[in-house]
């Protein structure tokens, strides 16, 4: 997956589940992610990664902190709403 296209589908998304292949286990993972840094939440946060060309960063609920995801790892992009059953939402 390109770097800009996973941006646009969990913008559009608003938090999604993204699964993707560890580049060191090289198991499957996932966690559930935001690019929306709004919330004031996640601004109390502290965050000392830095994105670069092959990387984007997110914020990971499930893990309550920032990560960065190589978007060519990345197998699949769930919007969490759908999996909650939410209206509005994707």
Not at 18 to 47: E, G, M, W
Not at 49 to 65: G, I, M, N, Q, V
Request: hydrophobic letters at 30%.
């Amino acid at each position: 997956m390109k770097k800009q296209e996973l941006a646009q589908l969990v913008h559009d998304y608003g938090d999604a589940i993204i699964t993707y292949r560890s580049a060191h286990s090289k198991k499957l993972k996932y966690n559930v992610c935001t690019l929306d840094f709004t919330t004031p939440y996640i601004q109390k946060k502290k965050n000392r990664t830095k994105e670069t060309e092959d990387t984007l960063l997110f914020f990971c609920w499930d893990t309550d902190s920032y990560r960065l995801l190589r978007p060519a790892n990345v197998s699949s992009v769930v919007p969490l709403s759908s999996v909650l059953k939410n209206e509005g939402r994707r």
